[in-house]
């Protein structure tokens, strides 16, 4: 087999990977639903464009058939941003006014056989157009990582990897046009790397491992109410201030099994218990350290009257989730540079 055929083979094995990762993420039925449908956009539009990198190498494409494959990018940005909404904002919801943003990928479909795609200046910036569409959304992506840099760790740290992917996709291909990067099929090669690399990360997260809730018969409506029930007996009774309270034990005071419990938390918090306990007791925390009157407590008395049971968790999970210790957070509050909802 010579190395023609290698890249070949490997660019299709990457293609494939992806289209297979869209179909079972259009059809996965738990977790962040809307979270799963946006990233299966964003890996469609990618592999749109992929593939005809690999098609247009070994196949001679007509002008409409490459529009065609440059719309994918079109396609990749939007859902690249509302995936990060849908993932760290928690918004679930597609409102009309999202349509706006598919009204350039609508627009390149349907003017595919008229829009340049060749040789030219007016072809030169079509192309560069839609590459500097993906660059405004990948600016936005990144702004909205870093303004929710206290979201789940486990997901911002997931989007900030697929993130700095399809950054990379976006560098090669400029490289690419500018003439840095001659090897134009390596873009379909990188994007097959980097797809294996998100199928195992993929697998890795809670939300995309074997379905350990197949056998429950709770509907979304009876999770929620559960989950409602939960929040209210941390919001209103502030239970989280106990260090005891367990799964088991916040079970009982609900009336529910601990599985069940556990199960509503997952399916709508994407969180486990200990997890989403821990949001509380860390938003309390916070609250203390920029309190006036907390001022001279040491950190170890904030983290028993936030709940913790001891000092070492408490400065891992206010590390993990706010990305500074409790002192450096409380040292930034002093000197005004964050906010109690930071």
């Not at 869209?22 to 299966?40: D, E, H, M, P, S």
């Not at 209103?236 to 009336?255: C, F, G, R, W």
């Not at 001022?295 to 999970?317: H, L, M, P, R």
Request: glycine share 8%; with cysteine; hydrophobic share 45%.
């Amino acid at each position: 087999m010579d190395s023609q055929s290698i890249v070949l083979v490997l660019s299709c094995l990457g293609l494939a990977q992806a289209l297979f990762l869209c179909v079972y993420l259009l059809t996965l039925k738990k977790g962040n639903r809307n979270a799963n449908i946006f990233l299966a956009l964003l890996l469609l539009g990618l592999s749109i464009r992929i593939g005809k990198s690999v098609l247009n190498v070994y196949i001679e494409l007509g002008p409409w058939q490459r529009n065609l494959g440059l719309s994918g990018i079109l396609l990749a940005g939007p859902f690249l941003w509302f995936y990060g909404h849908s993932l760290l904002r928690k918004k679930k919801e597609f409102t009309k006014a999202n349509y706006w943003h598919l009204v350039p990928f609508s627009a390149f479909v349907l003017g595919c056989k008229i829009i340049p795609n060749g040789p030219g200046l007016l072809a030169y910036v079509a192309y560069l157009s839609v590459f500097l569409h993906l660059a405004v959304y990948v600016g936005l992506s990144i702004r909205l990582l870093l303004q929710h840099r206290t979201a789940k760790q486990s997901a911002w740290s997931w989007y900030r990897n697929l993130l700095v992917g399809v950054a990379l996709i976006w560098v090669f291909y400029m490289g690419n046009l500018a003439g840095i990067i001659p090897y134009y099929i390596g873009g379909a090669i990188f994007f097959s790397l980097l797809v294996y690399i998100f199928t195992f990360l993929l697998l890795k997260r809670s939300s995309f491992t074997v379905e350990k809730y197949a056998a429950s018969t709770m509907d979304k409506a009876t999770s929620k109410k559960y989950v409602s029930k939960l929040k209210e007996l941390l919001e209103v009774k502030e239970a989280y201030l106990d260090s005891n309270l367990s799964l088991q034990k916040t079970a009982e005071q609900l009336d529910i099994a601990p599985r069940v419990l556990s199960q509503a938390i997952n399916e709508n918090e994407q969180q486990n218990f200990s997890e989403f306990v821990n949001g509380y007791r860390i938003q309390k925390a916070k609250e203390l350290l920029l309190d006036t009157t907390y001022a001279k407590e040491k950190i170890a008395t904030i983290a028993y009257d936030c709940g913790f049971g001891n000092v070492t968790s408490f400065n891992i999970t206010f590390k993990t989730v706010t990305g500074h210790t409790p002192s450096q957070y409380r040292k930034k509050g002093q000197e005004g540079t964050v906010s109690g909802t930071q």
